[in-house]
């Protein structure tokens, strides 16, 4: 079965007032029995957007594990930041819909919505 739903997110690093680029994404699918299921995986462009994180995977009813590995970034940049990793759970209800889930990132903090 085909569907036209997505997932993407986009990162913004709000200490600095821009996108944060080249952060290492992880998408997983939760099974039933809770083991995780990498469905695609990827970085921020240089807006600070991961556009493809399924790989060609349809969308399904599931719930979902997004891993943004945010502590490269940091370090990259020179700082320490407290978070190394930010993972958010979050379910799909509707397999036709596009699913944004952004990150509004600081060196000691985080936020995260359903974005649209």
Do not use: W
Request: with cysteine; proline share 3%; hydrophobic share 35%.
């Amino acid at each position: 079965m085909t569907t036209s739903g997505a997932i993407t997110t986009h990162v913004l690093d709000v200490a600095r007032g821009k996108p944060a680029h080249d952060v290492g994404v992880q998408l997983f699918r939760l099974n039933s029995d809770g083991a995780a299921e990498l469905v695609g995986s990827g970085k921020t462009d240089a807006d600070g957007r991961a556009k493809s994180l399924l790989a060609g995977s349809a969308l399904q009813m599931a719930t979902y594990r997004l891993c943004l590995h945010v502590g490269d970034y940091h370090e990259a940049l020179g700082r320490r930041g407290f978070f190394p990793t930010v993972t958010i759970d979050f379910r799909v209800d509707d397999a036709e819909q596009h699913y944004h889930v952004p990150l509004l990132l600081s060196p000691f903090g985080y936020s995260t919505y359903r974005g649209s």
